[in-house]
C-alpha cells in the first residue's frame, strides 16, 4: 500500500471550512484513497474514499488531484464535534482482509 | 443498527492469565480483523479473517490467536498475558473489496 503523508495538526475555527491535505505521491492505479477520523480514542470512523473521481456525501468532500498524488478532505462547517485524528489511507479494493494502514494522521482542532 | 460490539472495554489483568475478548457483528460481513493501537505507532493489523474457518496473521501476530466459527464472532485470545500486549485494541468489520469498514468502540488492556 502506498504511504501517506500528513501535516500532524491543524486548526479550525466553528463553523468554517476545514480543510485537511493528504500526500501520496507513490499512489498506484488500482489504490483508493479512504479517510477515518478516531475521536479521542473512540473507534476509528469512515468518512469517504474515492478512486479518481471527487466524491461528496452528508460528512466531507473529498477531491483528488488529476495526477492522483495528492487529496483533500473538506469539512464544510467544521464543529467542535469535528475535534480528531483524521488519517489519509491508500490502499487496494482487495487483499490483506481489507486490512487499513494507520500512520500518524493530522489531529485537527475546532475552536470557538 | 449496524455495530461492532466488543467486550469487555476495560480489563485490567495478570501476566499469564488467559483471557479472550469479544468482537460480535451485526452486519453479515464476510470481513473482520483485529488492531492494536500504541501511542507513536497507530493501528496495527494483529489478525484477520475473510469468512467462517478463515483467518491468517496481521502485522503484529505474535502473542495472539483468533478463531472463526461463526460469521458474527471473531474472539481474540491472548493465551499467555504479557505486560507488552498492554494496549487499546480494536475489532473491525467489513463486506469486502472498496467498501468501508465498521470498528468496535475499542477494549483497553492492562497486563500487569
Known amino acids: 500500500d502506498a504511504k501517506t503523508t500528513q501535516p500532524p495538526s491543524m486548526d479550525c475555527a466553528e463553523g468554517r471550512a476545514a480543510n485537511l491535505p493528504c500526500n501520496h505521491s507513490?499512489?498506484?492505479?488500482?489504490?483508493?484513497v479512504y479517510w477515518y477520523r478516531q475521536i479521542h480514542s473512540q473507534g476509528p470512523q469512515y468518512i469517504i474514499h474515492g478512486l479518481k473521481n471527487n466524491e461528496t456525501n452528508e460528512m466531507a468532500s473529498l477531491i483528488i488531484t488529476e495526477d492522483r498524488k495528492s487529496s483533500t478532505l473538506i469539512l464544510p462547517h467544521a464543529t467542535l464535534r469535528d475535534t480528531a485524528v483524521y488519517y489519509c489511507i491508500v490502499r487496494v479494493a482487495t487483499g490483506g482482509g481489507n486490512k487499513l494502514t494507520f500512520g500518524t494522521g493530522t489531529q485537527l482542532k475546532v475552536e470557538l | 443498527e449496524a455495530q461492532v460490539t466488543q467486550n469487555p472495554r476495560y480489563l485490567i489483568t495478570v501476566t499469564g492469565k488467559k483471557l479472550t475478548v469479544t468482537c460480535s457483528q451485526n452486519?453479515?460481513?464476510?470481513?473482520m480483523s483485529w488492531y492494536r493501537q500504541d501511542p507513536g505507532l497507530g493501528l496495527r493489523q494483529i489478525y484477520y479473517?475473510?469468512?467462517?474457518?478463515?483467518?491468517d496473521k496481521g502485522d503484529v501476530p505474535e502473542g495472539y490467536k483468533v478463531s472463526r466459527k461463526e460469521k458474527r464472532n471473531f474472539p481474540l485470545i491472548l493465551e499467555s498475558p504479557s505486560p507488552n500486549q498492554t494496549s487499546l485494541y480494536f475489532c473491525?468489520?467489513?463486506?469486502?473489496?472498496?467498501?468501508?469498514?465498521?470498528f468496535g468502540d475499542g477494549t483497553r488492556l492492562s497486563i500487569l
Open positions: 473491525a468489520s467489513s463486506p469486502g473489496g472498496y467498501r468501508k469498514s465498521h
Open positions: 507513490t499512489i498506484s492505479g488500482n489504490e483508493y
Open positions: 452486519m453479515n460481513h464476510e470481513y
Open positions: 479473517s475473510m469468512n467462517v474457518e478463515v483467518t
